[in-house]
């Protein structure tokens, strides 16, 4: 057995605890104390985060995309093959760290996504991104903890709680989808998407995608604009 090796420790700002970067072999994994947040063996539901999302996003030419978390870069990646040359995407990673290391240890495991000309990314709280961006995006991919709960940092409550929910929604160009990770289901937040306005779909994603794996959750909250917007054009005709 090829034992771990510790590459790195950051610090979470706001309190988050530390996270850990290991390597064994070609294999990477990203450590919260004893929880494994990340492994780079396993990608199949981080990347149907940004295919389910580019389906239904299908038709824009110029999609502008959002993503919470860089990670090891899996939705990313995904989201440059599913949106196409003409797609906008913006990461917020909340770590400086993370980014170094995807430019330093993991860069073999990011390839080229992070100097493809369509990516921007940004070291800040994806809060404070989509805090400042109304009506800004075609999609918004949260993947920045183990489901709808501040796992790595409490702030991160506030993203899916009423209030982050109506800033996350007016975010959104109509019709343009709020895509949620999760490790396991919670029937809370469904609840709340669908007081604040959203259509919402839940989808079961295999960590290893179609080899299996753990059964995964991911939201897909659409922003009714474009569907009301028909309904008033036909009540006026």
Known sequence: MIPWIHIDTATMPGGGGEIRLKRRGTEFSIMLGAIELMNSRLSGSEEALATLVAARLAGRPEPRILIGGLGMGFTLRAALAAFGQG???VVSELVPAVVAWARGPMA????????????????????????????????????????????????NDDLYDMAG??????????????????????????????KSGFAV?????????????????????THPGVVQAECASRAGS
């Open 108 to 155: 073999q495991v990011f390839g080229d996504c992070l100097v493809d000309p369509r990516v921007a990314i940004r070291e800040e709280d994806v809060a404070r991104t989509i805090g400042a961006a109304p009506a800004a995006f075609d999609a918004i991919l949260l993947d920045v903890d183990n489901g709808p709960e501040g796992l790595t940092r409490r702030a």
């Open 165 to 194: 929910l109506a800033v996350a929604r007016a975010a959104l160009r109509p019709g343009g989808v709020l895509a949620v990770w999760s490790s396991g289901p919670d029937h809370g937040f469904t609840q709340r998407l669908r």
């Open 201 to 221: 779909e839940e989808v079961k994603a295999r960590a290893n995608g179609k080899r299996g794996g753990a059964r995964h959750v991911i939201w897909l909250a």
């Open 87 to 89: 797609a906008q995407i």
